[in-house]
């Protein structure tokens, strides 16, 4: 079976690799912080999942959301944004709510970016803004970011 294209352009996952080294340094005992994915070690307290079980039982969450998101959602993004930045925006075209932000840089590439577009990515960056704009069809070209490093010279 032939691979896929755009999966063989993608770079290796660092949390896939980082999760490798910190199994192999637990095997061999060493007590590892993790600071990598985000996930808790603690329980969520109860009173946040006493409202997540209030919000499952709610019969009008059983629906999907609208496509764009909430409007009331949408409109406190631009209500936000005016506040923060004085700047107007329309809550119908110009805020979008999606999942997370992983989803919403991936829909964003493939909504702007065509094959061949060449997309400036810091490096380091987080792994969904390089692969977002390669699983777009689109070129990555990195641009160094750091102490002593200057931003506008390495463009």
């Known amino acids: 079976m032939e691979e896929f294209k ?6 290796p996952y660092v949390f896939s690799i980082v999760n ?3 199994v192999k340094a637990r095997a061999r005992g060493e007590d590892i912080i993790d600071f990598g994915m985000g996930n808790p070690d603690l329980a969520t307290p109860d009173h946040i999942v006493d409202k997540l079980v209030e919000a499952a039982r709610n019969s009008r969450n059983h629906r999907y959301s609208a496509s764009r998101g909430i409007t009331k959602l949408r409109h406190g993004i631009c209500d936000w944004y005016h ?20 989803e919403g840089l991936s829909h964003l590439a493939l909504a702007i970016a065509d094959a061949g577009d060449v997309a400036l990515v810091p490096n380091p960056s987080y792994p969904i803004h390089p692969y977002s704009v390669i699983i777009a069809g689109g070129d990555v070209r990195h641009v160094r970011l750091g102490p002593g490093e200057d931003f506008f010279a390495n463009l």
């Open 20 to 22: 490798e080294l910190k």
């Open 83 to 102: 506040r923060r930045y004085a700047v107007e925006l329309d809550p119908d075209t110009e805020a979008i709510a999606t999942i997370g932000a992983k």
């Open 6 to 11: 755009r999966i063989k352009r993608l770079p």
